[in-house]
């Protein structure tokens, strides 16, 4: 792939915006075990070699399983592997990456109000927005997974 602008040096104030959700995101009442699935479920699904590399290592270092990163793209064939809450952050995680195709359903948001309270679903639609931002940012310029 053919290098692109770095966006963190031709654009910084928009790079600070973005490093200011991580701040935020850094404080939300959410696990870092279920931060780095929504991280790890969108860049799939978004094909962001760069983000899924990152995230992986640093679920790893938090403690995560080699098997249970493994299965995330196939969480709902591997239940006995994700908590009920886990499931549905990564259903979350599927239905607001892929908006276009029918968006966050009623199901998921009910199911989501009977294990999080509404701070911790805004926090969670936060986290699947910018993690997405950062996937099409990482894409757009070519961002290579680094060692």
């Not at 709902?76 to 952050?89: D, V, W």
């Not at 310029?141 to 680094?146: A, N, P, S």
Request: with cysteine.
């Amino acid at each position: 792939m053919e290098k692109r602008i770095n966006i963190s040096t031709v654009e910084p104030q928009a790079f600070k915006a973005m490093l200011g959700l991580e701040g935020y995101l850094s404080k939300i009442d959410i696990s870092q075990t279920l931060k780095e699935l929504v991280k790890i479920r969108a860049s799939q699904i978004n094909n962001c070699a760069y983000c899924i590399s990152m995230h992986t290592k640093d679920a790893i270092k938090n403690g995560e399983t080699p098997e249970r990163i493994f299965l995330i793209s196939a969480w709902r064939e591997a239940t006995k592997f994700f908590t009920q809450q886990e499931q549905i952050i990564l259903a979350m995680t599927e239905e607001i990456t892929l908006i276009h195709h029918s968006g966050l359903s009623e199901d998921t948001y009910r199911q989501a109000s009977e294990f999080f309270t509404e701070n911790q679903i805004a926090q969670i639609i936060m986290l699947i927005v910018t993690i997405n931002g950062w996937n099409r940012i990482a894409l757009s310029t070519h961002l290579e997974i680094e060692d």
